[in-house]
């Protein structure tokens, strides 16, 4: 997961610059503490050890979770959910932050606009920040909870809640499909970059 910057990036950063960091996967590693969290959840409910199903390539999501077992009920499916998001803490040493990307806010945040737009929700969120010390390190976060119209995306909901120029944003994200919702949003594709 650890990126390097590219100086091509390092360009287009003026001070009038906003950045903006995804949290899973582009600055916190959490697919092993996810999956570990999901692991405990369907052992305590299906009696399954998936542990020969984890791989570091692919974040395990609810998604992947109705694929494995299909035979999971509605009700069986929300209490892992449940389950996953309250043992979830009990895994935070397993989590890893990108130093490289810990660096790069250090330094920026002297002189521009620092924001995190997360699709977690504020309390999983807010455990991983905590647990790093990096709470602090931003101007204005953003949960899953904030974003009311879901079909706006979060990034469109941050240009809009800060009023900001969608041409002076930079994004640092690692989904595909919130770097596309980036660009619909009117963030120019050189200054979406994927981590």
Do not use: C, W
């Not at 949290?23 to 542990?51: M, Q, R, W």
């Not at 694929?67 to 009700?75: A, D, F, Q, V």
């Not at 900001?164 to 994200?173: E, G, Q, Y």
């Amino acid at each position: 997961m650890e990126q390097y910057i590219e100086e091509e990036t390092l360009g287009k950063i003026d001070n009038q610059s906003t950045l903006i960091f995804d949290l899973d996967g582009t600055l916190v590693n959490t697919d092993n503490a996810n999956f570990l969290a999901y692991n405990e959840a369907v052992l305590k409910i299906k009696g399954l050890d998936l542990d020969l199903l984890y791989s570091d390539a692919e974040r395990f999501t609810r998604e992947k979770l109705k694929k494995i077992i299909p035979s999971i009920t509605e009700l069986e499916y929300i209490k892992i959910i449940e389950i996953k998001d309250n043992v979830f803490h009990k895994y935070l040493n397993k989590t890893k932050i990108n130093i490289i990307y810990l660096d790069f806010i250090r330094q920026y945040s002297k002189t521009n606009k620092i924001i995190l737009a997360t699709n977690s929700s504020k309390v999983r969120a807010e455990l991983i920040l905590k647990f790093h010390n990096l709470a602090e390190m931003f101007d204005f976060i953003f949960y899953k909870e904030d974003y009311h119209d879901y079909k706006i995306g979060k990034y469109e909901h941050v240009l809009n809640a800060l009023k900001l120029n969608p041409k002076s944003v930079i994004i640092f994200d690692n989904e595909q499909s919130e770097l596309t919702n980036a660009q619909l949003s009117g963030i120019p594709a050189k200054n979406i970059m994927k981590s």
